[in-house]
């Protein structure tokens, strides 16, 4: 059992910087959405996202790297919280692999740090822009029928009817090679001009997103596939994702 942190002495840890917070929750729920029924969503302030799926998803090289261009010292003390004290406890573990040698739990974790509704959580500004796999399926399914929007009181636009589009650079094949059913393709091209690169005029994009089923009231959903382009490749932006 690594060393915890009470949630009463996190606040002054983070104010004197005397430790990093890795939140290891997945993205979404740091970004602002509540997953697991919290009573808020978004992150503890100063926290930095390493969601735990990223160990295994990176490998301890690339798991380095991160670490390092995020600035956070080996020699620092690093304070694991999220939901669940298995979950930090095995994110603990990869920090021991990659040479940390200071690592403590958030005792309680952030269910902990929300049951006192003065601690303060910070969440994305538009975070509700930035859609989740299990959102994408609700919406699939039918039971996402409303997107709340941040800033308008009791505002709410109902999505009727959705565009879940793949997007990719002039590459049918990336489509063709696995999506998400439903979705239909966009290529990015419809979006420029061939010659100059530049946005195509506002008819010329109309006429296009139109013919895909767009129109100005349609909630349409973005996504593409991760991909590692490098310059050895004869065309490496279509393997942009």
């Not at 919290?38 to 090289?61: K, M, N, Y």
């Not at 994408?136 to 399914?141: G, V």
């Not at 941040?150 to 709410?156: F, K, V």
């Amino acid at each position: 059992m690594k060393q915890s942190v009470e949630t009463h002495e996190l606040s002054g840890l983070l104010t004197r910087n005397e430790v990093t917070l890795l939140d290891i929750r997945p993205s979404a729920a740091f970004n602002g959405w509540q997953l697991n029924g919290e009573t808020r969503g978004g992150h503890i302030p100063g926290a930095v996202s390493f969601p735990s799926a990223w160990f295994d998803d990176f490998g301890e090289e690339k798991a380095g790297e991160y670490f390092d261009n995020k600035d956070i010292a080996r020699d620092k003390t690093i304070v694991v919280t999220g939901d669940g004290v298995n979950d930090m406890e095995a994110a603990a573990g990869h920090l021991a692999a990659l040479g940390f040698d200071s690592i403590q739990i958030h005792d309680g974790g952030m269910q902990g740090w929300l049951e006192d509704p003065e601690r303060p959580v910070q969440a994305l500004p538009r975070f509700r822009n930035l859609v989740h796999p299990a959102w994408i399926k609700s919406l699939l399914d039918g039971k996402q029928t409303f997107s709340e929007q941040p800033g308008e009181p009791g505002g709410s636009r109902e999505i009727g009817k959705f565009v879940l589009a793949h997007v990719s650079f002039d590459n049918w094949g990336d489509y063709d090679a696995g999506h998400i059913p439903g979705a239909i393709w966009i290529d990015t091209l419809i979006l420029e001009d061939e010659n100059t690169w530049n946005r195509r005029t506002p008819a010329e994009l109309e006429e296009e997103l139109c013919a895909h089923g767009i129109t100005k009231n349609t909630c349409v959903v973005l996504y593409g596939r991760t991909a590692n382009p490098n310059m050895s490749q004869e065309q490496p932006g279509k393997e942009a994702g």
